[in-house]
């Protein structure tokens, strides 16, 4: 934002920064809703009933580069929520308190999230869904089926790095999906760059107007804390332990004297002129634009020390967007219609490990959870399910859950009847919302039992691991006798979790034998049956036939030449990079 930033915009913002308030959010998309329906605009006051319910849910995304502190961020909000008393530390050592949401064992000895995992918690009059994603690009589906469930993201950039190459990924998702974004700015108690100069690099990369809601006051150990634009107020802060809640030294207004005293002539002077520019030459709040992800609200602080947490959870309930319509085969659907509905985008697998339990994570969309319900399922034609055992959740813990609305998240009991990207409605119209694709793996591997004698351990922990969505699993269909599944992953470290998950959880060793591949495709025509499709295109050379956990037909190639030989050796077989779940859940192969 300065220089090359004051260059290219209008002076077209106010002396002063008017604050974006409930009241302000109008604009487009809807962000409160009526009683009658979610989708049209009322003041807060009228709204009551189920659509309030509605209303007061936020539900929000974080994602990040690795170790840019989502978890620690994650952490943070839980504690000023009142959801936990102690915020762990990513890399815990000795007796310190381990994390939250990285509850699994891997997760606490590498120091990394591998797993998407939800916690829902009050904030005021609101409620709030977490979701805490995975920032290793090996684990890139997990964040990306994340992302198909929020109503709001927020994008965690390391001040000293700026923009990574994983936080550019995850945020080509969020454009397509137009999902109103929020940036926070982490570890400026580091040294860190220009809050400038990173507000310049998002314009640039990204063509996305950035709206500082709060600005920084110094950076490393010289950051004092941060200046709030719609109420001119200096929030100061002492530093805290490492586990508790910062120091608060209040909020004063930047005239006052003690501001001086605490922060110094320089800063104060350096501060003021870095307002100027703001006012002068920054964005004016545009709530369409935030709404459909084309302007983001910036904040900055420590998730660390706790510098300007609170702040950044106090507005992004404010700011947030509560549950919106989402496109379905039928059309958008009203958060606030009467029938039910709802989509699976997460399994799973030993939650609770004494009872091998599968749990499928479900995003409520439109009416009322009950406990008991009976709905139907987009892949069972003519067949109902009753809902009998759903959790609400909190990272690994579960209690039963009676009702609930939409942007909430419930964990249903799954005994293999869903699939990732399954829906569930209630009525006599079948209601489908668009698919989760699983990607196309690039690793592969021959999964081996060490074992025979744990040979039904071996293959109940990969059905259930395989659910998951995690890693996909292809059988041989060949001459050469081999028998064994292959595990195809997109990055060497899910073979590792799968591998360690197997032995903690199910007791089995098992060893793996690499594959000289890295493409697959999955066969689609022409024609209906892809076996038929695959047959008549005759013998195919340097390739291998596998088939998927639906019994569908699958080309591993060795490199991306090999596919391209391909148009030439059979040009009429139609192959796809990515797959979904049958439509007809029944007519497994």
Not at 474 to 503: I, K, M, S, W
Request: charge should be negative.
């Amino acid at each position: 934002m300065g220089g090359p930033v004051a260059a290219r915009r209008p002076a077209a913002a106010p002396a002063a920064f008017t604050p974006p308030t409930v009241a302000a959010v109008g604009g487009g998309r809807p962000h409160v809703p009526a009683p009658a329906s979610c989708a049209s605009m009322q003041p807060r006051v009228a709204v009551g009933g189920s659509a309030f319910k509605v209303y007061r849910r936020r539900t929000l995304a974080i994602i990040s580069h690795p170790d840019a502190g989502k978890t620690t961020l994650t952490e943070r909000l839980l504690l000023y929520a009142g959801a936990i008393q102690k915020a762990g530390a990513v890399r815990a050592r000795g007796n310190q308190r381990r994390t939250t949401s990285d509850f699994m064992a891997i997760e606490q000895q590498r120091g990394i999230s591998v797993a998407s995992t939800v916690m829902t918690f009050e904030y005021g009059d609101n409620l709030a869904v977490l979701l805490d994603t995975p920032g290793h690009e090996d684990f890139a589906e997990d964040s990306f089926r994340a992302l198909t469930a929020t109503d709001n993201v927020v994008m965690l950039i390391d001040a000293a790095k700026g923009l990574e190459d994983r936080t550019r990924k995850l945020f080509e998702v969020c454009r397509l999906r137009k999902l109103p974004t929020m940036t926070f700015v982490n570890k400026m108690d580091r040294p860190a760059m220009s809050a400038f100069e990173i507000c310049d690099q998002i314009e640039a990369e990204f063509g996305l107007a950035c709206l500082p809601i709060v600005w920084p006051i110094g950076d490393g150990d010289r950051f004092r804390g941060v200046y709030e634009r719609s109420t001119q107020l200096v929030h100061l802060f002492g530093r805290a332990d490492r586990t508790g809640k910062a120091d608060d030294l209040g909020a004063l207004p930047i005239d006052d004297p003690r501001v001086l005293e605490i922060i110094g002539e320089e800063a104060l002077a350096t501060l003021r002129e870095e307002i100027d520019i703001l006012d002068s030459c920054g964005h004016t709040y545009d709530a369409d634009a935030v709404a459909v992800g084309d302007m983001t609200p910036m904040f900055f602080g420590s998730a660390m020390t706790n510098f300007g947490v609170e702040l950044f959870l106090k507005r992004f309930i404010e700011l947030g967007l509560p549950p919106t319509p989402r496109e379905s085969s039928v059309g958008a659907i009203d958060p606030c219609a009467a029938q039910f509905s709802a989509f699976c985008f997460k399994i799973s697998a030993n939650m609770d490990r004494k009872h091998r339990d599968r749990v499928a994570f479900v995003r409520v969309c439109s009416g009322t959870f009950v406990k008991g319900m009976k709905v139907n399922h987009s892949r069972m034609p003519g067949k109902t399910l009753a809902l009998t055992r759903p959790t609400q959740l909190f990272a690994s813990e579960r209690e039963t859950v009676d009702v609930a609305y939409p942007g909430d998240i419930v964990g249903l009991t799954n005994p293999g009847t869903f699939a990732i990207g399954d829906t569930v409605y209630t009525g006599g119209t079948r209601v489908v919302f668009p698919g989760i694709p699983a990607f196309s793996p690039e690793l592969f591997a021959y999964i081996k039992n060490a074992d025979t004698g744990k040979y039904k351990n071996f293959n109940k922990g990969l059905s259930q691991l395989l659910e998951e969505g995690a890693v996909q699993l292809l059988y041989p269909r060949g001459d050469d006798g081999q028998t064994e599944p292959v595990l195809a992953a997109v990055g060497a470290l899910q073979f590792d979790v799968v591998q360690q998950r197997l032995r903690d959880e199910y007791g089995v060793e098992t060893r793996l034998e690499p594959l000289s591949y890295s493409v697959a495709r999955w066969v689609v025509g022409p024609g209906d049956d892809p076996w038929e499709a695959l047959d008549a295109a005759g013998r195919l050379f340097n390739v291998m036939y596998a088939k998927d956990r639906w019994g569908r037909p699958v080309l591993l190639f060795k490199n991306v030449w090999n596919l391209s030989q391909l148009a030439t050796d059979a040009p009429d077989l139609e192959l796809q990079s990515w797959s979904f779940a049958p439509d007809d859940v029944v007519g497994r192969k």
